[in-house]
């Protein structure tokens, strides 16, 4: 018996299994029916123990990954309570200058470029009215608190060039400003609207040593 496609497109002709797992893979970004079905194919092929140990580690992942309290980057759970991100402990770093950054992705992409030798904060969003997404839904408070400590003395807000990632950019600009602080943006020769994450590395670090004061 066919089954009715979740997105009423089409009927596929698999077992319950096999069709549950396409689906699985299709609701991941950028996989389509065509490489969903690859990947399920694949999976029936491989020795049995290649596809237990892919489940395991999708099993380990949420259980063994955790944000670090400090700057909300992901990191390996630790058996102290206290312990912060390999970035956050790395005393290289200069701690006076913190990128702010909307997603875990764009930290790793900034990192990449290994032109930022500053910490981070993670705000896991950006501001978004019309979803309803407010600065307490941000981890505005986080930072808020890292900038209290006084060893703060830049923020770069490296938010996206979208309408939302300006409008947050302005609300920590007005936020932190009085503070003291400089609160400066990254210069976009990025196309506006583009997400940061897909920025090309040295695009990124020349946005980077652009910025303008806010
Ligand atoms: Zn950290």
Redesign the pocket.
């Known amino acids: 018996m066919a089954l009715i496609d979740p997105k009423g497109l089409r009927a596929t002709p698999y077992p319950l299994p096999f069709h549950r797992l396409i689906e699985s893979f299709r609701s991941l970004p950028g996989i389509g029916i065509k490489t969903a079905t690859k990947l399920a194919f694949h999976l029936l092929k491989v020795p049995e123990e290649e596809v237990e140990r892919l489940a395991r580690e999708l099993g380990r992942l949420r259980e063994e990954l955790v944000l670090?309290p400090?700057?909300?980057?992901i990191?390996e759970q630790t058996l102290e309570e206290t312990s912060?991100?390999a970035?956050?402990c790395d005393l290289s770093r200069d701690g006076s200058t913190i990128m702010v950054v909307e997603d875990v992705q764009t930290l790793y992409a900034v990192e990449r470029s290994g032109e930022f030798r500053g910490?981070?904060h993670v705000l896991m969003g950006r501001l978004s009215p019309l979803e309803g997404i407010t600065p307490e839904a941000l981890r505005i408070r986080e930072l808020h608190a890292r900038v209290e400590t006084g060893e703060v003395h830049e923020l770069i807000i490296a938010t996206s060039p979208t309408t939302e990632g300006e409008a947050t950019a302005l609300y920590l600009s007005r936020l932190f400003k009085p503070m003291g602080l400089r609160v400066s943006r990254i210069a976009f020769g990025i196309p506006i609207g583009l997400e940061l994450e897909y920025v090309d590395d040295i695009t990124l670090i020349r946005s980077v040593e652009a910025r303008r004061p806010m």
């Open positions: 670090c400090t700057c909300q980057n990191m912060t991100c970035l956050c910490l981070y």
